[in-house]
C-alpha cells in the first residue's frame, strides 16, 4: 500500500507558476553573478567567467534535487524528524569543534567540499518543528506544556550558533520558529510574555561583541567610518543611486570595480539597482513576492497540518533572508551576512531545495 501511494502522489501536478518563478530568478541570478564578479573573477584569475560557472553549475544541482524532491512524498519526512534534529545539533557541535574559520567567524565544515552547516539546519529545523508542533497540535494552546516546551528545541542550535558566531543565522531560524509555532496554534500573548525578558538578553548577545557595535554605529552614521565599517554600505548606496530609473544598462556597473567588496556575494543586488535600475529591482522584488505567496497558497491547501507547516517554514526562511538582504543593501538595518536567495553566489540552499514544493495539492 504504501509503495502504492508514493507512486500516486509523484504523478501529482507541481506549482506551475512557482516553479517558473524560480527558474527566472535562477536565471537572473546567474546573469548577475556573472556581471557582477567578473573583474574580481580576472583580477584573481585568467578568466571572468569563474563565478558564473560555478553558480550555474549549483543552479543544475538545485534544479535537478527540486524536481526530485517534489516528487517524493513529504510525510516521509515526518517519520525522521526527531533523527533530523539530532543531526543539526551534531553538525553545529562538529562546526566548533572541527570546523574551519574565516572573517573571525566558525561557520564552515569540510566533508569532501567546504559548506556551511547552518544552512542545512534551517531545513532540518523546518521539519523537526513541522513534525514536533504537529505530534503536540493539543498542547499548543497552554504556556508552559505547549509555548515552553516547543520553544526549548531552538534554544541549543542558537546557542551553538552564537558561539561561531553567527547571529544572522540565529536571526532567520527564531522567525521561523516562531511563525510556524504562531501558525500551528501557539497564542501571540504567549510570545509577548516571552519577549519581555528575551528581548534584554537579545539585545546584549547581539552588542557583547565589539564588532557587532561597530556595525550599529556605522549604520547610524556610515559617513562617519567611510573608511572602515561603513565603506561596504556607502559604495552599495551610490551603486543605488546611480542606478537610476532604467539602470546603467547590463555589465555598466563601476561599483564593482573593486568598490563595492565581493559584488557577487550579500551586496548582489546593490550592483543589480546600478545596472537594471529600479525598474531591475521592481521585478525582482516583484517575482520574490509571487514565491512568497505560492508558498503560502501551498501551504493553505496542504491536506494536512504537517505539509502545511513545512510549506510555511520554507516560505518563511527564504522570505525573512530576502528582506534582511535588501534592508541591510539599502542601509535600512546594519550590516549582516545575509545572502540574496536565488542571486548570492553560492547561496548554499539551492543544493537542499528550491521550492515550498514539498506539499503537493
Not at 531545513?123 to 497552554?142: N, P, S
Not at 551603486?239 to 550579500?266: C, H, R, T, W
Amino acid at each position: 500500500m504504501a509503495k502504492k501511494r508514493v507512486s500516486k502522489f509523484a504523478n501529482k501536478p507541481f506549482d506551475f507558476t512557482i516553479c517558473i518563478t524560480v527558474l527566472i530568478l535562477l536565471a537572473l541570478g546567474i546573469v548577475m553573478v556573472l556581471s557582477a564578479s567578473s573583474p574580481s573573477a580576472l583580477a584573481e584569475g585568467d578568466s571572468s567567467y569563474t563565478y558564473a560557472i560555478s553558480q550555474a553549475t549549483y543552479a543544475v544541482i538545485g534544479i535537478a534535487a527540486m524536481f526530485i524532491i517534489s516528487k517524493i512524498d513529504y510525510r516521509f519526512y515526518k517519520k525522521y524528524y526527531k533523527l533530523g534534529y539530532v543531526v543539526a545539533i551534531i553538525l553545529l557541535a562538529l562546526v566548533l569543534i572541527m570546523g574551519s574559520s574565516s572573517g573571525g567567524a566558525k561557520r564552515w565544515l569540510r566533508i569532501g567540499i567546504r559548506f556551511q552547516p547552518s544552512e542545512l539546519v534551517k531545513i532540518l529545523l523546518i521539519v523537526f518543528y513541522a513534525g514536533f508542533l504537529t505530534d503536540h497540535r493539543e498542547d499548543l494552546g497552554k504556556f508552559g506544556k505547549g509555548f515552553l516546551y516547543s520553544i526549548l528545541f531552538v534554544v541549543p542550535i542558537l546557542g551553538l550558533l552564537i558561539l561561531e558566531p553567527h547571529f544572522s543565522a540565529c536571526v532567520i531560524m527564531m522567525a521561523i520558529t516562531c511563525v510556524m509555532m504562531l501558525m500551528a496554534g501557539c497564542k501571540m500573548k504567549h510570545f509577548l510574555l516571552a519577549a519581555i525578558p528575551a528581548i534584554p538578553v537579545i539585545i546584549f548577545i547581539a552588542l557583547k561583541d565589539q564588532y557587532r557595535v561597530d556595525r550599529v554605529l556605522s549604520f547610524l552614521d556610515p559617513w562617519k567610518y567611510a573608511e572602515d565599517e561603513g565603506w561596504q554600505v556607502i559604495q552599495s548606496l551610490y551603486a543605488i543611486g546611480s542606478g537610476g530609473l532604467f539602470g546603467a544598462g547590463l555589465g555598466e556597473s563601476k561599483q564593482k570595480y573593486l568598490y563595492v567588496s565581493e559584488p557577487q556575494n550579500d551586496f548582489i543586488f546593490s550592483i543589480l539597482a546600478e545596472e537594471l535600475g529600479f525598474i531591475g529591482c521592481a521585478v525582482v522584488i516583484i517575482l520574490f513576492a509571487i514565491l512568497i505567496w505560492r508558498g503560502i497558497v501551498t501551504a493553505m491547501k496542504a491536506p494536512d497540518m504537517f505539509g502545511s507547516l513545512l510549506a510555511i517554514g520554507i516560505t518563511v526562511l527564504v522570505g525573512v533572508q530576502v528582506i534582511i538582504n535588501i534592508a541591510v543593501v539599502t542601509s535600512s538595518i546594519p550590516v549582516t551576512g545575509m545572502p540574496l536567495p536565488f542571486f548570492s553566489y553560492r547561496w548554499y540552499s539551492l543544493s537542499y531545495f528550491n521550492v515550498p514544493e514539498w506539499v503537493c495539492y
